[in-house]
């Protein structure tokens, strides 16, 4: 079969932009869809092609015609869930293919691609489902595979059976298509330091459920790490990129599994930098993993503090407080790491809120913060919680950088402090 898979192109909209002319976080990194690459991987008995429309935004057209794929398969985030609609119009005009979605968004909220667009729906971990569902599409065989539903047009509502996400679903054997986005591998930097970087996934899923997050159902609430030996292979495979980002939720959730890492990472006589998502109590919990990890290349770290005071957190179900916050931050601080710190601005923020997001930031000396808003994405907890004061109800504003529930403070005046936040931040910021 002949297999085109689709990253969708930059689609987000802007109300601080639209409404007030004021400029919002601009894209500062690019990288390649992983996501993609992983599914590739395995399917090697068929032609795959990789087709990025974030760095070929008119190039969907010339490959239908040029590919004449059989399959068309489409990732999406929340924000991009109404351009993958179009697009997926655009390929039933063009050709005959099956046209399947699948992503965060597909996951969370599957019953938004129930369209006339799409035939089928894969949810959660998609590397092992959506082979099953090739095959079963070459074959003709009319199956029921767990984790995929198949479109009724919108005409009822979708049924599926449940996939038990487990370590099978990984797929450890088979590698990322890295190869496949070779004409767009110059354009996955990092704008602002100049630095080439490649994604590799050591773990998948988090168990943590945090009210805001849609990771937590991409996996069940399991976490499931990689083969070591398959780790290894895949930043080999990168031999040409000097910078790894371990695109994992949680990449030190399984500290034994990071320590056995972090020593084949040095016995493989690997010499990278790397950027990783932990948390703060894993950090206070493991300062030495994390010593360990800066002796073999580790740069960065991302931490989600995402609020500063013990009461926003437990709104969040974020299963930590601000007191181990800030005791991880003065460890990595002495360990020598870059933090890369998430915060989440609530709408319902007032003047001071702002001032001391503000004032945290900088007596705690974050090197990159990074201001998303907080933004009840379709099938989180948090969406339910809030579903009947949400305002704006256009995917293509769910970015987290605008707010679809109403804001506290006069809307112009929330985004200029916003924006501000924003331009302090990335203005002293070192990675």
């Excluded at 354009?187 to 590799?200: A, C, D, P, R």
């Excluded at 950088?401 to 936040?421: C, D, H, I």
Aim: aromatic share 8%; with cysteine.
């Amino acid at each position: 079969m002949r297999i085109l898979l689709v990253n969708p192109p930059n689609c987000g909209r802007s109300i601080p932009e639209e409404r007030y002319g004021i400029t919002s976080l601009k894209q500062i990194f690019r990288g390649e869809p992983l996501a993609l690459e992983t599914l590739a991987g395995n399917l090697v008995e068929h032609v795959v092609q990789i087709l990025d429309l974030k760095v070929d935004p008119e190039g969907l057209q010339h490959h239908l015609a040029s590919f004449n794929p059989d399959l068309v398969g489409f990732t999406a985030m929340t924000c991009e869930a109404n351009t993958v609609i179009k697009l997926a119009r655009e390929v039933r005009q063009s050709c005959v293919a099956h046209i399947v979605v699948g992503g965060t968004h597909a996951s969370t909220d599957p019953e938004f691609f129930n369209t006339e667009e799409i035939d089928w729906i894969v949810i959660g971990l998609g590397k092992q489902s959506l082979l099953e569902l090739v095959n079963a599409l070459e074959a003709g065989d009319d199956i029921a595979i767990p984790g995929v539903a198949h479109s009724s047009k919108g005409q009822k509502p979708l049924s599926w059976l449940p996939r038990k996400f487990n370590y099978d679903d990984l797929v450890n054997s088979a590698a990322p298509r890295y190869d496949l986005v070779a004409d767009y591998r110059s354009q996955y930097t990092l704008e602002s330091l100049g630095l080439k970087m490649g994604l590799v996934s050591s773990a998948l899923g988090c168990p943590y459920d945090c009210n805001f997050c849609c990771i937590y159902p991409l996996t069940g609430g399991r976490y499931l790490t990689a083969d070591i030996e398959t780790v290894i292979r895949d930043i080999k495979t990168l031999e040409q990129t000097p910078v790894i980002r371990l695109v994992d939720a949680n990449s030190f959730g399984n500290p034994a599994h990071a320590w056995k890492l972090a020593d084949a990472i040095e016995t493989a006589e690997i010499e990278k930098q790397y950027l990783a998502d932990v948390r703060s109590d894993m950090v206070v919990r493991h300062p030495q993993l994390l010593k360990r990890w800066k002796e073999i290349g580790l740069r960065a770290v991302v931490i989600g503090f995402e609020e500063i005071d013990d009461s926003s957190l437990s709104q969040m179900n974020k299963e930590n407080n601000a007191a181990t916050n800030r005791e991880a931050i003065a460890i990595l601080h002495q360990i020598g790491l870059t933090i890369v710190g998430d915060f989440i601005i609530s709408p319902d923020y007032t003047e001071q809120q702002f001032d001391r997001l503000n004032d945290f930031v900088t007596a705690q000396a974050i090197d990159l913060p990074m201001h998303t808003v907080l933004t009840p994405l379709p099938g989180t907890r948090l969406h339910q919680q809030l579903q009947h004061q949400i305002k704006i109800h256009d995917l293509d504003y769910y970015t987290l950088t605008n707010a679809v529930l109403p804001t506290r403070l006069n809307e112009e005046l929330f985004y200029q402090r916003y924006a501000s936040l924003l331009h302090q931040g990335h203005s002293n910021a070192k990675v």
